[in-house]
């Protein structure tokens, strides 16, 4: 099945800067690329999304690149906010089903 | 729009004795329902699929006799843990899509999960 990589595990930011998480996967099949934030004890909540027929998608602050060739995409998080302190789990999956990584701590420093 | 609601929040249960944890698909038909579990300081682990109307597909390892799933509708799914014992304490997440199988996944809503203690 599929396998997700994620580094790094923690990342810490001074507020302002960038943040960039990336993962890897392993099943050139997966066709789905979500991105979740997850706060203490909440619902993680998509933050941004690709497939594989874009290289790259941007939502204001936040934008996902995607390598079908190398089979790894990363999360950018520009101008970054407290706000934006949370667990990031990037995702890859087809035909209905996601395999998450580990997690990433993000910390940014006020 | 596409909100998933979990009942209950949090629920403390002795060893032995059976839990019902309900996922529902507030304003959009769910035809795929996923439960997944989250140790503290853990990934979302996926246990089952299911679909509307047919079984759970089970993830290797999960009992299926002690995780009961039923998606009766395109709006409920129910996972309930039998026999529950302390090692089963954890958080339990459903989300809901309306992707079926063998097409480009939709997007995955998650409930706000479920706290379970078994003392």
């Known amino acids: 099945g599929e396998n997700v990589e994620q580094h790094p595990s923690t990342l810490s930011v001074q507020e302002g800067d960038s943040a960039v998480i990336k993962c890897t996967y392993s099943?050139?099949?997966?066709?789905?690329f979500p991105w979740y934030k997850q706060e203490l004890g909440k619902r993680p909540q998509l933050i941004i999304d690709?497939?594989?027929?874009?290289g790259e998608k941007k939502d204001q602050r936040i934008a996902v690149t995607l390598n079908k060739t190398a089979k790894h995409f990363s999360l950018h998080i520009t101008e970054t906010q407290p706000e934006d302190s949370a667990v990031y789990y990037c995702?890859?999956?087809?035909?209905?089903?996601?395999?998450f990584g580990k997690g990433n701590q993000v910390v940014v420093i006020p | 729009g596409a909100v998933v609601s979990q009942h209950p929040s949090w629920v403390i249960c002795k060893s032995g004795t059976s839990v019902k944890i309900e996922c529902r698909s507030l304003?959009?038909?769910?035809?795929?329902m996923f439960w997944y579990r989250q140790f503290p300081k853990q990934s979302l682990m996926l246990m089952a699929t299911?679909?509307?109307?047919?079984?759970?597909?089970?993830e290797q390892g999960v009992e299926k006799d002690k995780f009961l799933i039923n998606h009766a509708s395109l709006t409920l799914s129910t996972l309930t843990v039998t026999s529950a014992h302390p090692e089963d304490s954890s958080f339990y997440i459903c989300?809901?899509?309306?992707?079926?199988?063998?097409?480009?996944?939709?997007?995955?809503?998650f409930g706000p999960g479920t706290r379970l203690t078994v003392l």
């Open positions: 989300s809901a899509s309306t992707g079926t199988s063998g097409r480009a996944l939709d997007t995955q809503y």
């Open positions: 099943d050139s099949a997966s066709n789905y």
């Open positions: 690709i497939r594989s027929n874009v």
């Open positions: 995702a890859a999956g087809g035909n209905n089903r996601l395999a």
């Open positions: 304003d959009f038909q769910a035809t795929t």
């Open positions: 299911s679909n509307e109307g047919s079984k759970a597909t089970y």
